[in-house]
């Protein structure tokens, strides 16, 4: 019998660009995989027939984690990056992928952050959408989305946004709408890409929006506060504030259960990041990527 079905991996973990006053980059979305009609017919994925009293694997894509902090430029290149998302997948047990019965979103890239002392780092990582370029001048490009091997024509999400001018993060990708850059000229960072809201759970939900990059900190002139994200699930940037109210800094995560990236975490300067040292509680700066999810839904005889 006939099953509809919305499929998200979990979101990709937003940057922190500590020890540095450059922001952080969001997280991309987990990519999204639906057969209703709510999904953008180009992105619309085909019929799926189940059969009964069959056994069926559903797996949910767990959020990546987000960038924690670090003073030094030597840090490891794991610290101040953000993590890939799970994948959520469902197929028919023990079927292995790629098979045209095994439905997979790939979770969301994580993304970049200027790490040991290595500017190539900066560039997102690929993922169901990819994740937005750490906050830097050198242009760095954000990751891009996977292709499915079982529907390389149907995309599952957007690549995320490159970094700079004037040392700006990117925005993660989303499921219809790729992370922006920034421009120089806005008061934010890139933008997070946006989703699609969808009601197959029986409530409207914003799902697979990319997470927004994070602000800079009062030492670099010009100032910018971390970006807002899209309202699909995508975490918002952090933006600089006094010592006092350092979590301001911190990328907000990804909403459970829509595979939205994290926020990037704002930069910080050499005047915030003793805070950041002497408190064990303040490490993971970058937002989390939230949760996939796996509905199924169908009609009985």
């Known amino acids: 019998f006939a099953i509809e079905y919305l499929l998200i991996g979990g979101g990709g973990g937003g940057s922190s660009q500590v020890a540095f006053s450059d922001a952080g980059a969001g997280g991309g979305a987990g990519g999204v995989r ?11 994925m085909p019929a799926y027939t189940v059969t009964a009293n069959a056994p069926y694997t559903v797996a949910v894509g767990e959020g990546g984690e987000g960038g924690y902090t670090n003073n030094s430029i030597n840090a490891p290149i794991y610290t101040n990056r953000g993590q890939n998302g799970g994948d959520s997948s469902f197929y ?18 994580y993304g970049g952050g200027f790490t040991n002392n290595n500017p190539d780092y900066r560039g997102g990582q690929p993922g169901g959408s990819g994740g937005g370029a750490g906050g830097g001048s050198s242009g760095k490009a954000g990751g ?42 806005s ?31 009062p030492s670099r002139s010009p100032t910018y506060d971390g970006r807002p994200a899209p309202d699909h699930g995508g975490g918002d940037g952090g933006s600089p504030a006094p010592s006092s109210q350092i979590t301001t800094y911190y990328g907000e995560p990804g909403v459970m259960c829509t595979g939205g ?8 300067s050499t005047s915030v990041q003793p ?20 509905v199924i839904t169908y009609t009985t005889p």
């Open 34 to 44: 639906c057969n209703t009609p709510e999904a953008p017919s180009p992105q619309r």
């Open 92 to 109: 028919p047990t023990p079927q292995s992928y790629p098979h045209p019965t095994y439905i997979r979103g790939h979770g969301g890239g």
């Open 144 to 185: 891009g989305n996977v292709t499915d091997p079982n529907f390389p024509s149907i995309a599952q999400g957007q690549a995320g946004g490159a970094c700079g001018p004037n040392y700006q993060g990117g925005g993660g990708g989303g499921f219809v709408e790729a992370g922006s850059g920034g421009t120089g000229t």
């Open 187 to 217: 008061p934010f960072g890139g933008r997070g890409g946006n989703g699609v809201n969808f009601t197959i759970t029986g409530a409207t939900r914003g799902c697979g929006g990319g997470g927004a990059a994070g602000g800079m900190d």
């Open 261 to 268: 990236g994290g926020g990037g975490a704002c930069g910080s």
């Open 275 to 294: 805070t950041f040292d002497t408190n064990p509680g303040l490490h993971q700066a970058g937002g989390i990527g939230g949760p996939g999810i796996v």
